[in-house]
Nanobody, 120 residues
Framework: QVQLVESGGGVVQAGESLRLSCRVS????????MAWHRQAPGKQRELVAV???????RYIDSVKGRFTVSRDNPMTTVYLQMSSLRPEDTAVYYC??????????????WGQGTQVTVSS
């Protein structure tokens, strides 16, 4: 099992910054990737950023150059630094851990979510 607890959400003005944190516990060494997703009201959840166990990162186009995903070593906390925030970034942000083991189903673990609201 992997446990995830997010924090750091809040209400900010457009152009400001926020840093989300995801505290990771449990089978940390089994995690293959960490990701941040978000879900805005009335929309589907979307994958925002991925951080592999090897350190590579990928981002959705709309946040490239503004968001940065990083972690402590060992991977006890994963961060999402968000800069130049826009009203369209308003959403509940979720931390996700992915465990892949040969011969077994993929395991997905989720945090409870943290609300980010960007006012114009």
């Amino acid at each position: 099992q992997v446990q995830l607890v997010e924090s750091g959400g809040g209400v900010v003005q457009a152009g400001e910054s926020l840093r989300l944190s995801c505290r990771v516990s449990g089978r940390i060494n089994d995690i293959n990737a960490m990701a941040w997703h978000r879900q805005a009201p009335g929309k589907q959840r979307e994958l925002v950023a991925v951080l592999s166990s090897g350190g590579s990162t990928r981002y959705i186009d709309s946040v490239k150059g503004r968001f940065t995903v990083s972690r402590d070593n060992p991977m006890t906390t994963v961060y999402l630094q968000m800069s130049s925030l826009r009203p369209e970034d308003t959403a509940v942000y979720y931390c996700n851990a992915v465990v892949l083991r040969i011969g077994l189903p993929k395991e997905d673990y989720w945090g409870q979510g943290t609300q980010v609201t960007v006012s114009s």
